[in-house]
């Protein structure tokens, strides 16, 4: 069974910024491919951005240019640096992992998730 553990989050004022990190543990097997996803109240789950086990990166078009996901598959952990926050940022973020890689729309098909953080962004 494995398990993600997310830490960070939390409150912060638009513009500002804040990192989300991600570790699997309970398995000895190496290189999933990891992803952040994230739900507002009353809106359906979105992709955030998805890193496969050899690092390459797909970002939402409503991030790219101010988040950044960086890693370690070897050791399958994941970290979201989100920068230049925005009101409608505000979500509960979750982490997912599986040993293979799905499309943001496919995010039902990873295997296994964290039990999200709150990151709340103030006008």
């Known amino acids: 069974q494995v398990q993600l553990v997310e830490s960070g989050g939390g409150s912060v004022q638009a513009g500002g910024s804040l990192r989300l990190s991600c570790a699997a543990s309970?398995?000895?097997?190496?290189?999933?491919?990891m992803g952040w996803f994230r739900q507002a109240p009353g809106k359906e789950r979105e992709g955030v951005a998805v890193?496969?086990?050899?690092?390459?990166?797909t970002y939402a078009d409503s991030v790219k240019g101010r988040f950044t996901v960086s890693g370690d598959s070897a050791k399958n952990t994941l970290e979201l640096q989100m920068n230049r926050l925005k009101p409608e940022d505000t979500a509960v973020y979750y982490c997912?992992?599986?040993?293979?890689?799905?499309?943001?729309?496919?995010?039902?098909?990873?295997?296994?998730w964290g039990q999200g953080t709150q990151v709340t962004v103030s006008s």
């Open positions: 997912a992992a599986d040993r293979d890689c799905y499309d943001f729309d496919l995010a039902a098909e990873y295997a296994y």
């Open positions: 309970g398995s000895t097997y190496s290189g999933y491919c």
């Open positions: 890193r496969d086990p050899d690092g390459s990166t």
